[in-house]
């Protein structure tokens, strides 16, 4: 009361603008980093806010994907191929949506084979249903994390201010293993084939130009966008 006492607040916040459409055909954007013996892909499309009553099926499915040192991405493009040390994918969450996004870094010889590799496991995903075992691995997974990040003070707090911050209703945390556990292999698919979109992907790649653009070519029908370093 003391500091706070004759505060009346502010306005109220305005409404979230519309969750932005996807891109009508996948595009290639390349930052050139003259010797770089590496590209770095970052690629994605938006996806759906967490309130969505879909949002838990594509939960699992990017789980399956590529959450963990235990899924396809993980496995194949760096256990099997050994493309990378690293690849994730992950659902970035924002107040409109949320931004389904894959990450990794390849050697400059292999960003073809490997960015093909990707969109294979896109493909699939969006066609197969995640075995028995890849759903119960990702369901222990997600409600292992939950329960272990509301244990301090800190996690608490985080999980409070995310909830107000995006808009998210009072008990949405309430449920959240239950809805993790009741996703089926079939909504898990069906979410993919709507929010997984390999043919509309945003695909940033960084790398040396004079190495990599005419493999990043080819797949996309529109011309590479070269960009600096500020996006330009």
Do not use: C
């Not at 969450?93 to 496991?121: C, D, M, Q, Y």
């Amino acid at each position: 009361m003391r500091h706070f006492g004759t505060w009346q607040g502010g306005p109220a916040a305005a409404d979230a603008p519309p969750v932005p459409r996807g891109k009508a055909d996948r595009v290639v954007y390349l930052l050139d980093r003259p010797k770089s013996s590496q590209v770095s892909f970052i690629l994605g499309n938006p996806a759906v806010r967490e309130d969505n009553p879909a949002y838990f099926d594509l939960l699992i499915a990017n789980q399956v994907l590529g959450g963990s040192f235990s899924s396809r991405l993980m496995r194949d493009i760096r256990e099997t191929k050994g493309y990378t040390y690293g690849i994730s994918s992950r659902l970035e969450h924002r107040l409109t949506g949320s931004l389904f996004k894959i990450r990794t870094p390849v050697r400059t010889e292999v960003a073809e084979p490997a960015l093909a590799a990707i969109l294979g496991h896109l493909d699939r995903i969006r066609k197969e249903e995640p075995t028995a075992e890849e759903l119960k691995q990702a369901k222990n997974y997600l409600a292992g994390k939950f329960a272990r990040s509301l244990e301090t003070q800190d996690g608490v707090a985080d999980a409070v201010l995310k909830l107000r911050a995006r808009r998210l209703p009072d008990g949405w945390y309430d449920s959240y293993v239950e809805r993790v556990q009741a996703v089926t292999g079939a909504g898990a698919k069906r979410a993919a084939e709507v929010f997984i979109r390999p043919d509309e992907l945003t695909i940033v790649a960084v790398g040396d130009a004079s190495k990599a653009a005419a493999a990043l070519a080819k797949f996309t029908k529109k011309p590479v966008v070269t960009v600096d370093q500020d996006g330009d």
